[in-house]
Nanobody, 121 residues
Framework: QVQLVESGGGLVEAGGSLRLSCAAS????????MSWYRQAPGKRRELVAT???????SYGSAARGRFTISRDNDKNTVYVQMDSLIAEDTAVYYC???????????????WGTGTQVTVYS
């Protein structure tokens, strides 16, 4: 069974930084693409950033230039470093991972339960 566990959310003053982590636990799989999404109250879930297994990254418009996504393939973990935070970054941040099972059982997309980020000014 695959689980994604996020950590690193919290309360931060505008202009500050946070680093979120998401680890995929379990066995019998490898992790392909990993992504961060966020959902603010009353808004649709939006892409923050995504990174391929080889490290190619792309960003949503709100994150570009302020956030940096990275990953550690040995730990099946994805990170997002968030700098210059603004109130509009307040949201629940979700991790997503494309899991490929090694026993020929195909692939599946998994979501974490989310971690709250609140930016105050």
């Amino acid at each position: 069974q695959v689980q994604l566990v996020e950590s690193g959310g919290g309360l931060v003053e505008a202009g500050g930084s946070l680093r979120l982590s998401c680890a995929a636990s379990g066995s019998g799989f490898r992790v392909a693409g990993m992504s961060w999404y966020r959902q603010a109250p009353g808004k649709r879930r939006e892409l923050v950033a995504t990174i391929s297994q080889l490290g190619g990254a792309s960003y949503g418009s709100a994150a570009r230039g302020r956030f940096t996504i990275s990953r550690d393939n040995d730990k099946n973990t994805v990170y997002v470093q968030m700098d210059s935070l603004i109130a509009e970054d307040t949201a629940v941040y979700y991790c997503n991972a494309d899991i490929i099972f090694k026993d020929g059982e195909g692939n599946k997309s998994y979501w974490g339960t989310g971690t709250q980020v609140t930016v105050y000014s």
